[in-house]
């Protein structure tokens, strides 16, 4: 079975930057798109930015271009979110996921991880 284990959330000041870090164990994720949500208090979990299996296609959400960055490492079975400028409105707890873009429907998360705290101070 599939863990992901995020680390690197924390407290920062507005403008401040965090870098997220999301580890796979179980089996490798080469094949897999890997991605980062978010949920605030109150809110539903948001798709914040995915990076292909291939590395051929990124997205990031409107709401955090040109300051979100999301790179994966295949060798270490790894992916991290760098997130630059922050915002109190970036507060929420992040969570990475992976997918099979090879299912039927490939728009699914199959693998969770347990989420890490991300609080910006104004």
């Known amino acids: 079975q599939v863990q992901l284990v995020e680390s690197g959330g924390g407290l920062v000041q507005a403008g401040g930057s965090l870098r997220l870090s999301c580890a796979a164990s179980g089996r490798s994720l080469n094949l897999y798109d890997l991605g980062w949500f978010r949920q605030a208090p109150g809110k539903e979990r948001d798709l914040v930015a995915v990076v292909s299996y291939n590395l051929r296609s990124t997205y990031v959400a409107d709401s955090v271009t040109g300051r979100f960055t999301i790179s994966r490492n295949s060798a270490l079975n790894t992916v991290s979110l760098q997130m630059n400028s922050l915002k109190p409105e970036d507060t929420a707890v992040y969570y990475c996921?992976?997918?099979?873009?090879?299912?039927?429907?490939?728009?699914?998360?199959?693998?969770w991880g347990q989420g890490t705290q991300v609080t910006v101070s104004s």
């Open positions: 996921a992976a997918r099979n873009p090879f299912k039927e429907n490939r728009k699914d998360f199959d693998y």
